[in-house]
């Protein structure tokens, strides 16, 4: 027996054939979601690219099929669904009674949803979403629900920004670089060779951990340096001596760091944001200013009790637990000794918490800025920050493109995936990626599977 699904105006924002993607089972389409994606059509983002061709597939599809019967017709075949062809079930749109609107979709929802099932208390209707917090209420309420993932295409993060990892290189180049950390190859002798400005890359069969640098007429690889603790954080593996380069390095001015959860993209970050702003001699940077979307269920910032350090309060967690090990690793390298503290830092502006909505229209000269969860970003939002990045500053964007809880996001559209893209083979710019886990054998697991 056919299922019955119902659609959130997400799943069109993401996939604009969605309709097509459910087989021979039924499609229900709240009319709060027609308005919706009426409301998102304008813009140049992806998901407004979307809303308007699921728009017009459904003023298509309808035309196709009603256009030629008279208004009793209509009526009926609405009511009897919408034929999406072989294969494909029927669609079905929902109104509610006495033509009543809502003023936004999320109600209308589960009104339907509550009202389906006491008409068909046996049938199932299924919410699709990729809204956390419908989906919650929904299963809260005693109804189905699950995530839109047929769009999805799970790739390695080298291969979702074509970007290789590995460089074989002749015996001589090798030998060369052994020697004096750099070796440089002619263009024309190599032109299958291609690389990006500050791409990180390993010797396949050998232990060489080199950046990839571009001149007008040469392949240029350097051996990077080997920082063996940066306030106090030793890195552990490959790719996080990678990522330790790409913050240390000041030549990089802007950076992105791809990862799952656990691979140490927030502690090696803020390791070395500290390292420069306390212990570099006559460093540019001043500060650390750290940002992060703030995902939430229910009221924003704006409603929440207090000033702006008690509005962001909660969601100083991720960094405060990176801070907890750097601080504890500093005083067993000092013997027990106070080095300093996360609360010290903060209350003599040393390290700046700073919500996104504050960032708009500032100027962050002087700083070393660290930009959490960016995969919850839009490109609009991401472009906004790295236009923020003053004279003397660094931005470095880190996060996990397939861990997104923005409902219009997915792995390729999200700022931190579209900024990488669109900087790769910049000068100032660098990436890196982080597979690894170092937390414990369950985060990996679940990191890895789920």
Wanted: aromatic letters at 8%.
């Amino acid at each position: 027996m056919p299922k019955r699904f119902l659609l959130d105006t997400n799943v069109f924002m993401r996939d604009a054939n969605a309709l097509y993607a459910f087989e021979e089972n039924d499609i229900y389409v709240p009319i709060g979601v027609v308005d919706e994606l009426d409301k998102f059509k304008k813009g140049n983002e992806d998901y407004n690219v979307n809303a308007r061709s699921a728009n017009r597939m459904l003023k298509a599809l309808l035309k196709q099929q009603l256009g030629s019967f008279s208004k009793e017709e209509r009526k009926q075949k609405m009511e009897e669904g919408i034929e999406l062809g072989e294969g494909f079930g029927k669609l079905y749109f929902l109104i509610p009674e006495g033509n009543g609107r809502f003023d936004h979709a999320d109600p209308e929802i589960l009104y339907h949803l509550a009202r389906d099932q006491k008409k068909k208390p046996v049938e199932e209707l299924i919410l699709v979403s990729n809204d956390t917090g419908l989906q919650v209420k929904s299963y809260a309420l005693g109804y189905a629900a699950e995530e839109y993932k047929h769009d999805r295409n799970v790739k390695d993060l080298h291969e979702l920004l074509d970007m290789p990892e590995v460089v074989d290189l002749p015996a001589e180049a090798l030998a060369e670089l052994r020697k004096s950390r750099r070796v440089s190859l002619h263009k024309e002798d190599f032109k299958a060779m291609s690389f990006f400005n500050n791409q990180y890359l390993h010797v396949e069969h050998d232990s060489l951990l080199l950046k990839y640098v571009s001149t007008a007429m040469e392949h240029v690889f350097e051996v990077i340096p080997d920082h063996k603790m940066v306030y106090g954080i030793m890195p552990k593996n490959k790719e996080q001596r990678f990522l330790l380069d790409l913050c240390m390095d000041d030549e990089i001015k802007i950076g992105t760091v791809l990862g799952k959860a656990g691979t140490g993209k927030t502690l090696v970050t803020l390791a070395a944001a500290l390292q420069k702003v306390l212990k570099v001699e006559n460093s540019k940077y001043e500060r650390v200013i750290i940002t992060r979307p703030v995902m939430e269920i229910g009221q924003g910032l704006g409603f929440l009790p207090g000033d702006i350090d008690e509005k962001i309060e909660p969601y100083k967690g991720p960094i405060f637990d990176a801070a907890e090990v750097i601080f504890a690793t500093m005083r067993k390298k000092m013997g027990g000794v106070e080095e300093s503290s996360l609360e010290h830092l903060i209350e003599d502006k040393k390290v700046v918490f700073m919500p996104l909505t504050y960032i708009r229209g500032r100027n962050l000269a002087r700083s070393y800025i660290i930009v959490d969860e960016a995969q919850n970003l839009t490109p609009s939002q991401a472009k906004t920050l790295a236009t923020r990045t003053g004279q003397d500053s660094k931005i470095i964007f880190q996060g996990d493109p397939y861990q997104i809880d923005a409902p219009h996001l997915d792995e390729t559209n999200n700022g931190l995936v579209t900024l990488t893209k669109r900087l790769l083979g910049e000068k100032i710019f660098g990436t890196t990626i982080l597979k690894k886990t170092e937390r414990s054998e369950v985060a990996e697991l679940v990191a890895r599977l789920m």
